[in-house]
Nanobody, 115 residues
Framework: QVQLVESGGGLVQAGGSLRLSCVASGSFFSIYAMGWYRQAPGKQRELVATVSSGGDAGYADSVKGRFTISRDNARKTVYLQMNSLKPEDTAVYYC?????????WGQGTQVTVSS
C-alpha cells in the first residue's frame, strides 16, 4: 500500500505564493511519476504538473511560468511551488503517484486565492 499526504494549502491573496508538499509512505520499491492535479467546484479534476523519476517536468498551459514542480526521491516527496496565484487557481489540489502497482492519490489540500 502507498499513502500520500499533502500539506501546504491555505488562503492567499492574488499575486501571492504557496508551496505544496506531498510525502509518500508505505511499502514500495520506486515511484515512476509524481504529479499534482486540482479540482475546482463544479469542474472536473485536471492535471496541473507532473515530474518523472528523472526530473522531467510538464505543466498545464494555465500554470506555465508560475508553478514549479520538483521532487526529492530520497525523501519520497514532491513539491509544487505556486507563484503569482490567481483566483482561478482556487481548488482542491491532489497529489498523484504512479507505481508499478498502480496509481495512488492523496486526500487533497485546499488552496483558496482571494481577489
Amino acid at each position: 500500500q502507498v499513502q500520500l499526504v499533502e500539506s501546504g494549502g491555505g488562503l492567499v491573496q492574488a499575486g501571492g505564493s504557496l508551496r505544496l508538499s506531498c510525502v509518500a509512505s508505505g511499502s514500495f520499491f520506486s515511484i515512476y511519476a509524481m504529479g499534482w492535479y486540482r479540482q475546482a467546484p463544479g469542474k472536473q479534476r485536471e492535471l496541473v504538473a507532473t515530474v518523472s523519476s528523472g526530473g522531467d517536468a510538464g505543466y498545464a498551459d494555465s500554470v506555465k511560468g508560475r508553478f514549479t514542480i520538483s521532487r526529492d526521491n530520497a525523501r519520497k516527496t514532491v513539491y509544487l511551488q505556486m507563484n503569482s496565484l490567481k483566483p482561478e487557481d482556487t481548488a482542491v489540489y491532489y497529489c498523484n503517484a504512479r507505481l508499478v502497482t498502480g496509481q495512488y492519490w492523496g486526500q487533497g489540500t485546499q488552496v483558496t486565492v482571494s481577489s
